[in-house]
């Protein structure tokens, strides 16, 4: 069984997580996100995404099985952005500071306390 890889998150605790696999498949699909992508990390996987280039990315790419879950959590995020969090990577994020990552930061800390996978 593969473990948990990526979770997209929103400002309300809505989360869709992908195992190893599926984060695989989907970067692969996706060209990484790069297109939907407003700030990331430089080491890792972990990101803010706009919700209206999430959704056309999906729908531009071949289909993946978790497609349905990401653009139905971009298209009722309340905000303008959803938040990727990199479970596998024990990143600290240091290269990681434009207003993004405040932002990102922001949002990690309110949905789970503390930030999953940073160590």
């Given at each position: 069984?593969?473990?948990?890889?990526?979770?997209?998150?929103?400002?309300?605790?809505?989360?869709?997580?992908?195992?190893e696999r599926e984060?695989?498949?989907?970067?692969?699909?996706?060209?990484?996100?790069?297109?939907?992508?407003?700030?990331?990390?430089?080491?890792?996987?972990?990101?803010?995404?706009?919700?209206?280039?999430?959704?056309?990315?999906?729908?531009?790419?071949?289909?993946?099985?978790?497609?349905?879950?990401?653009?139905?959590?971009?298209?009722?995020?309340?905000?303008?952005?959803?938040?990727?969090?990199?479970?596998?990577?024990?990143?600290?994020?240091?290269?990681?500071?434009?207003?993004?990552?405040?932002?990102?930061?922001?949002?990690?800390?309110?949905?789970?306390?503390?930030?999953?996978?940073?160590?």
């Amino acid at each position: 069984m593969s473990r948990e890889s990526l979770v997209f998150f929103d400002d309300e605790a809505n989360e869709v997580v992908l195992d190893e696999r599926e984060a695989a498949s989907l970067h692969e699909l996706t060209d990484g996100l790069e297109s939907a992508t407003v700030s990331a990390c430089q080491q890792c996987r972990s990101r803010v995404l706009a919700c209206l280039a999430l959704v056309d990315v999906l729908d531009d790419a071949p289909p993946h099985p978790r497609s349905k879950d990401l653009r139905e959590l971009a298209e009722e995020a309340p905000t303008p952005h959803v938040f990727v969090q990199d479970l596998i990577s024990r990143c600290r994020h240091r290269v990681w500071r434009d207003p993004g990552y405040a932002e990102w930061r922001g949002a990690l800390d309110d949905l789970l306390g503390e930030p999953r996978g940073v160590h």
